[in-house]
């Protein structure tokens, strides 16, 4: 015979059933942020800082932020195809909030779309999707970048009153950070009196791409290249190791991103420049702002665009000049260890740096 319970007891019983599913409501409501499952998607591995950087820095901060929270961290090797395949696969997981640096930023706006349709978050990361509306984006002054580099290629230049033009490496076209960098760049070439010989958008922002057309610019132009803009650090690498393979001097080139190998082949005086754009800074800020996303706390931009609430940091060139203090100093995104290896310790004892 089936034994029942006192009224007291099924109330109570029901009582704590109704509590549960509350909570679990409640829960539910704030995005489940203690459990919550989000993809970090990013765009390549040509430029070796979202393996070695930003990928470790934004899973450390969504642990801190979130200890149950989940990072699906996927790789897309340049592939948009492939990034739309992760993108589906992630939101196929439950994921909460999508983090994307895309490969593509136009094939990125169906990404954004079939997210957000689903209720997940969308936090475009380092390059935007300027034909539909992320919830958010972080990531440095693009266009400031591309300023800052090719003028301070352009001071250098007539400084010490080099003859001939330029040549201009971008990134790749289908990259709307590259064509942000790309119209800072050209904001301090046009005016600058220096004839710009050539430009190149690099698809992929492949270095062996750039390479391959610095060398056939060579060939053109020969001794009057007086200096080349590189878009990034990986395009400019490629376009020094094509002065090389000519056997010729190697004018000033610049960079960006502050990778290591960029590090060391400015101490060795083979690159003029990079910009220092602290990896730990933005990635950090995508896990605070997804954080918040997931709390139903949406955070407001500090300014807008693509019509994206947006937060833009300030980056800082770096040279032989500041190189000690700026990316080697206390706090700086390299250790003198890693950049001054028996090969260029000789070059970093020159500049001062120990």
């Not at 046009?190 to 390479?211: F, I, R």
Request: charged fraction near 20%; aromatic fraction near 6%.
């Amino acid at each position: 015979m089936k034994k029942l319970l006192p009224r007291t007891a099924v109330a109570a019983t029901a009582a704590l059933t109704a509590l549960t599913a509350l909570t679990a409501c409640s829960s539910s409501s704030s995005g489940g942020t203690d459990k919550a499952k989000i993809a970090f998607l990013m765009p390549d591995i040509a430029s070796t800082r979202y393996e070695l950087y930003d990928a470790p820095l934004f899973k450390a901060k969504m642990k801190q932020l979130c200890p149950g929270c989940t990072v699906l961290y996927q790789n897309a090797g340049a592939d948009a195809a492939k990034q739309q395949q992760q993108a589906s696969s992630v939101l196929a997981q439950g994921v909460k909030a999508i983090v994307i640096d895309p490969v593509d930023s136009a094939a990125a706006a169906s990404i954004v779309r079939n997210a957000q349709s689903q209720k997940v978050k969308v936090i475009a990361y380092d390059r935007p999707i300027p034909t539909t509306k992320a919830d958010y984006y972080i990531s440095f002054d693009n266009q400031k970048i591309g300023a800052l580099i090719a003028q301070s290629l352009v001071d250098h230049l007539k400084e010490k009153k080099a003859k001939g033009g330029i040549l201009e490496v971008n990134g790749s076209p289908t990259d709307a950070a590259a064509g942000l960098i790309k119209k800072g760049i050209h904001s301090a070439v046009d005016p600058s009196g220096l004839k710009l010989l050539a430009e190149y958008d690099t698809p992929g922002w492949e270095p062996a791409k750039a390479q391959d057309w610095t060398s056939g610019q060579i060939s053109k132009f020969g001794d009057q290249i007086a200096g080349v803009v590189a878009a990034n650090d990986g395009t400019g690498g490629g376009a020094i190791a094509a002065f090389k393979a000519a056997g010729g001097p190697v004018p000033p080139v610049t960079g960006n991103d502050a990778e290591l190998a960029a590090a060391q082949r400015i101490v060795a005086g083979d690159q003029y420049n990079t910009i220092s754009k602290p990896i730990k800074i933005v990635a950090e800020a995508a896990a605070t702002v997804t954080d918040q996303f997931l709390r139903g706390e949406p955070p407001a931009g500090r300014t807008t665009l693509f019509d994206t609430p947006s937060q833009l940091f300030t980056p800082t060139v770096v040279t032989q000049e500041n190189i000690g203090t700026a990316l080697l100093g206390p706090g700086g995104a390299l250790k003198v260890a890693e950049v001054c290896t028996p090969t260029y310790a000789a070059a970093c004892r020159k500049l001062g740096i120990k």
